[in-house]
């Protein structure tokens, strides 16, 4: 209850007091404070980001899963994004008897807001429009004070279902890029097992100390493949990154197809705690603020 109630203050008051909202998140998350005045690690400097830089315009329209469409094609990137059945101002919009057997529908203004249909014909398209409906009503930028949502004009849209050649999800890769240069990524293998792992690797393939799978690899030397794609993707990610002081470039490579997944400003809202000290510490020593 008292988690709830904590929960709805913060929300109410996202936007009035940002620095103490933010503050009293970390506080929670980590069970310390956080001082602005001595930031080192990336969780930390993304809240300073939440402050001074994800107001600005461009932000907001490469946070809108729509109008990011626009920025790609900007920078000449085009090419990888993913196919777009439609966009909808609201769940009355939406004909599924003309849309394909398999498609994704996502709300535009935040994370976590898809449903992932692989077949139509066991949709439950009452349950699916009232979780869209009620999507399109929440201020996902309130919920842990994520300016760079607050202003994106809400919609539904529908993209191609994507898999990979085995007809599971599809290995997607995570570029973390500072001031234009991609510096790690992180590349997600086995979700079809409901058992994934997450492997860090430097931009010449080359395993990093930044998680417990890539460190269980390192010490039992085992080898990952790199990907036909890999190279594609590093150069996508620097044209996708020259305009931020911090950007994650999200793809999937789907038989050496690179596909535009999308650009994240905030990872876990900069609340990670699952993540080691150590590459916390390391990549926050890559973005200079």
Same mark, same amino acid.
């Given at each position: 209850?008292?988690?709830?109630?904590?929960?709805?203050?913060?929300?109410?008051?996202?936007?009035?007091?940002?620095?103490?909202?933010?503050?009293?998140?970390?506080?929670?998350?980590?069970?310390?404070?956080?001082?602005?005045?001595?930031?080192?690690?990336?969780?930390?400097?993304?809240?300073? &980001?939440?402050?001074?830089?994800?107001?600005?315009?461009?932000?907001?329209?490469?946070?809108d899963k729509y109008k990011v469409r626009e920025y790609v094609r900007s920078k000449g990137c085009g090419e990888i994004l993913n196919e777009l059945y439609g966009?909808?101002?609201?769940?009355?919009?939406?004909?599924?008897?003309?849309?394909?057997?398999?498609?994704?529908?996502?709300?535009?203004?935040?994370?976590?807001?898809?449903?992932?249909?692989?077949?139509?014909?066991?949709?439950?398209?009452?349950?699916?429009?009232?979780?869209?409906?009620k999507w399109m009503k929440q201020d996902f930028s309130s919920l842990s004070v994520e300016p760079q949502y607050k202003n994106i004009e809400r919609k539904i849209?529908?993209?191609?279902?994507?898999?990979?050649?085995?007809?599971?999800?599809?290995?997607?890769?995570?570029?973390?890029?500072?001031?234009?240069?991609?510096?790690?990524?992180?590349?997600?293998?086995?979700?079809?097992?409901?058992?994934?792992?997450?492997?860090?690797?430097?931009?010449?393939?080359?395993?990093?100390?930044?998680?417990?799978?890539?460190?269980?690899?390192?010490?039992?030397?085992?080898?990952?493949?790199?990907?036909?794609?890999?190279?594609?993707?590093?150069?996508?990610?620097?044209?996708?990154?020259?305009?931020?002081?911090?950007?994650?470039?999200?793809?999937?490579? &789907?038989?050496?197809?690179?596909?535009?997944?999308? &650009?994240?400003?905030?990872?876990?809202?900069?609340?990670?705690?699952?993540?080691?000290?150590?590459?916390?510490?390391? &990549?926050?020593?890559?973005?200079?603020?």
């Amino acid at each position: 209850m008292i988690k709830k109630i904590v929960s709805k203050i913060l929300r109410a008051n996202a936007h009035r007091f940002p620095k103490q909202c933010i503050k009293l998140h970390y506080l929670i998350c980590f069970k310390k404070g956080i001082d602005f005045n001595n930031i080192k690690t990336l969780n930390e400097k993304i809240q300073w &980001l939440k402050l001074h830089e994800l107001h600005k315009d461009i932000y907001t329209q490469c946070a809108d899963k729509y109008k990011v469409r626009e920025y790609v094609r900007s920078k000449g990137c085009g090419e990888i994004l993913n196919e777009l059945y439609g966009t909808y101002e609201s769940v009355n919009e939406i004909d599924y008897d003309k849309l394909p057997e398999r498609f994704a529908l996502k709300c535009n203004h935040g994370a976590g807001y898809n449903i992932i249909c692989d077949d139509k014909n066991k949709l439950d398209r009452d349950n699916t429009n009232h979780l869209l409906s009620k999507w399109m009503k929440q201020d996902f930028s309130s919920l842990s004070v994520e300016p760079q949502y607050k202003n994106i004009e809400r919609k539904i849209i529908c993209e191609k279902y994507i898999e990979n050649k085995n007809g599971g999800y599809p290995d997607d890769y995570k570029f973390y890029c500072f001031n234009g240069e991609p510096h790690a990524v992180m590349v997600c293998q086995g979700r079809e097992n409901g058992i994934p792992k997450f492997y860090y690797f430097d931009m010449g393939w080359n395993l990093l100390p930044y998680s417990i799978d890539s460190l269980d690899a390192i010490n039992n030397n085992y080898h990952i493949e790199k990907p036909d794609g890999f190279d594609a993707m590093k150069s996508y990610a620097k044209q996708l990154s020259t305009d931020f002081k911090f950007v994650r470039a999200d793809f999937y490579l &789907l038989n050496a197809k690179v596909l535009f997944g999308e &650009l994240t400003f905030t990872p876990s809202a900069g609340l990670d705690v699952d993540r080691l000290e150590q590459t916390d510490i390391g &990549l926050g020593d890559k973005l200079d603020i």
